[in-house]
């Protein structure tokens, strides 16, 4: 409805989780303290989700108030080309100071594995929403050409996704079905890292052999630098390591992962009002102010929705439906991932969390650790299918359906069937 009419997919979702509510509430056979039970657990699964978003979306809003993303643009020193994509996977666990003393290539491929490398490590640990409007607005300062500029976006796009898949904070539909308990870190940082590296590698791949090798040009810098805020660095490291630190957090104290991500922002909150006791741009008031509360409210409903389909069976019905039709349930979930270039993917992972069994198939179950990866990297198929490939074509404004689904299409198929296979 939105790309079509404009009509606001928050307003379209919050009347449709009410909707569905209400006509559980009139129109099936429910005793009332069964009805306001059920109401009531599936506000707090979403609730859940939604303060979690809420903490990760204000902690890097105050580290970008304090200009911290500024630290890894002034690192990136390639000169040519190709530099700028793969940077991102490179410096898993030393961070991003190391970036800085080790980017030297000149070469186009370089650049190329620079940007996408860097991309793929920063999504692993903050929202690839976030980290995408923080490349693309990066490439604009790197690249003058505006096609050469746009394939990377493109690109971004597609690492964001692969690196959001296989940690819990990374994507919000493996922060969702972590939340709900289909899949835990350890595991799945361990089965799904390798698949998300493979979606990466073919994705560039393909790329590289496509595209030529030749110098690019950077625009010119107007205008002098302006001196980083106090405490810079600090609040940019100690964002980014609390939100690392939440899984930890949430397997010590057995509390769930949005109280982590709380305490995240709590501390971060405290130590900006110490180093900036009389400027409100800094404060925790402003960042609340600049974060998107209708992405909260749009999960709020959606997943209220999802919720009531799945209190009266109606998901449950599906999953054997689709079990009589398809009985492999790795082809469901292969399938599930095309779907998600199309449909938003936060629904469509909420109705597999309802259509399948945890006592069918239990926590990190091969089954949970494919759709995780299927529904974080097939929205990258198109540029509609992921809420970074939206963000995407409204930062590019050449960027149009059609440019992407030819020019980023084939190598995001390439990189998805890299990584099921």
């Not at 490349?135 to 505006?146: G, H, P, R, T, Y």
């Not at 096609?147 to 692969?162: D, I, P």
């Not at 090798?213 to 609390?242: C, I, N, S, T």
């Not at 741009?281 to 402003?286: E, R």
């Amino acid at each position: 409805l939105e790309e079509v009419f404009e009509i606001n997919k928050t307003a379209t979702a919050l009347i449709l989780g009410v909707m569905v509510w209400a006509l559980i509430g009139t129109g099936v056979t429910m005793p009332t303290e069964e009805f306001e039970e059920a109401v009531a657990e599936t506000l707090h699964d979403v609730s859940e989700v939604v303060f979690f978003l809420m903490g990760a979306l204000t902690v890097v809003e105050i580290m970008d108030a304090h200009r911290g993303f500024d630290i890894i643009t002034a690192s990136i020193k390639a000169t040519k080309k190709k530099e700028l994509m793969l940077v991102e996977i490179m410096d898993a666990h030393r961070g991003f100071d190391i970036i800085t003393a080790s980017i030297k290539a000149t070469q186009k491929k370089e650049l190329m594995l620079v940007i996408g490398v860097l991309t793929f490590l920063l999504s692993s640990v903050l929202n690839n929403l976030t980290v995408v409007i923080v490349m693309v607005s990066l490439l604009k300062k790197l690249v003058k050409e505006d096609s050469f500029r746009m394939k990377l976006g493109g690109l971004v796009v597609v690492a964001s996704n692969a690196g959001g898949a296989w940690t819990p904070m990374g994507d919000i539909t493996t922060t969702m079905l972590y939340i709900g308990g289909q899949v835990t870190t350890v595991p799945l940082l361990g089965n799904l890292l390798f698949p998300s590296i493979m979606c990466l590698i073919g994705t560039l791949g393909w790329e590289v052999l496509q595209m030529k090798d030749e110098k690019f040009e950077r625009p010119k810098v107007e205008g002098g630098e302006k001196k980083p805020p106090v405490g810079q660095a600090f609040v940019f490291w100690g964002g980014l390591a609390g939100m690392i630190f939440v899984p930890v957090f949430s397997g010590l104290t057995q509390c769930p992962a949005w109280s982590g991500m709380m305490l995240n922002l709590g501390v971060l909150s405290l130590i900006v009002s110490l180093l900036h006791p009389s400027d409100s741009h800094f404060s925790l008031h402003h960042a609340l102010a600049k974060i998107e509360m209708a992405d909260a409210l749009f999960f709020l409903g959606v997943l209220f929705a999802v919720g009531g389909l799945e209190r009266v069976g109606i998901l449950k019905a599906l999953a054997e439906q689709l079990s009589k039709i398809c009985p492999f349930d790795s082809v469901v979930a292969i399938l599930l991932g095309f779907a998600s270039a199309v449909v938003d993917n936060v629904p469509l992972v909420a109705a597999s969390q309802g259509m399948y069994d945890l006592t069918q198939h239990p926590p990190d179950d091969a089954l949970w650790n494919l759709i995780t990866y299927c529904a974080a990297t097939g929205g990258s198929l198109l540029v509609i299918g992921s809420a970074a490939g939206v963000a995407f074509m409204g930062l590019e404004k050449d960027v149009s359906f059609g440019w992407y689904l030819k020019a980023i299409g084939p190598a995001a198929l390439v990189g998805y069937f890299f990584g099921v296979a």
